[in-house]
């Protein structure tokens, strides 16, 4: 079983529509979560960072982590075609170790 | 904001050449430095990670003689790809931690992607 799974889509959905986006986790000792948003060619950028469980949000964007079930999520509200890349859950165990990534998300948001 | 600056962006290069990439901070002291690999839609494999002035701790099944990273400033990482062959060609993706860095302590580069012919 790998550290973090996630479905890697694609994901093609309607301008304005809800997105839910998830990864599963295998290690307990994960803490820190993050979410990345990477276009084409280019490296990731952060957009959410979530310390153990509980949620999150900015914007348009929530973040969730449920420990107890090795769960986090990523809603995406009124989505938007500039919303469409990948996107990478990413977790650590402890602050500043390297981060383990899920293999990504293609989303598309159609107009 | 934090910034780390990877280059070249792009690199395209023979077979048996060595090719480097290079990561530079801008504006903080990048104590450590984590080198990762991404194959076509595929995740983010880290390759190994270096702490400065320190020898880099390679993940398992990483060459560490083909893949030479040095961290030898606080502001600067290379890593060189040795004897190139065309089963490296990947997408090579920096991300850096360190004192004054970002909040949540990790900085990305940009990318470079290299092709081996």
């Known amino acids: 079983q790998k550290e973090v799974e996630q479905d890697p889509g694609p994901l093609s959905v309607p301008e304005g529509a809800i997105v839910s986006l998830n990864c599963t986790y295998s290690?307990?000792?994960?803490?820190?979560f993050m979410w990345y948003r990477q276009y084409s060619r280019k490296g990731p950028e952060l957009l959410m960072y979530t310390y153990s469980s509980g949620n999150k949000e900015d914007g348009r964007f929530t973040a969730q982590v449920d420990k107890s079930s090795k769960y986090i999520s990523l809603f995406i509200r009124d989505s938007q075609p500039s919303d469409s890349a990948t996107y990478l859950c990413?977790?650590?165990?402890?602050?500043?170790?390297?981060?383990?990534f899920g293999k990504g998300t293609t989303l598309s948001v159609s107009s | 904001g934090a910034v780390v600056s990877q280059h070249p962006s792009r690199v395209i290069c023979k077979s048996g050449t060595s090719v480097k990439i290079e990561c530079r901070s801008l504006?903080?002291?990048?104590?450590?430095m984590f080198w990762y690999r991404q194959f076509p839609k595929k995740s983010l494999m880290l390759m190994a990670t270096s702490n400065e002035g320190s020898k880099a701790t390679y993940e398992q099944g990483v060459e560490k003689d083909k893949f030479l990273i040095n961290h030898a400033s606080l502001t600067l990482s290379t890593l060189t790809v040795t004897s190139a062959h065309p089963e490296d060609s990947s997408f090579y993706i920096c991300?850096?931690?360190?004192?004054?860095?970002?909040?949540?302590?990790?900085?990305f580069g940009s990318g470079t992607r290299l092709t081996v012919v």
């Open positions: 990413a977790m650590s165990g402890q602050a500043g170790t390297a981060l383990i």
């Open positions: 290690n307990s000792a994960f803490q820190y």
């Open positions: 504006d903080f002291q990048a104590t450590t």
């Open positions: 991300s850096a931690r360190g004192t004054g860095g970002s909040e949540y302590g990790y900085t």
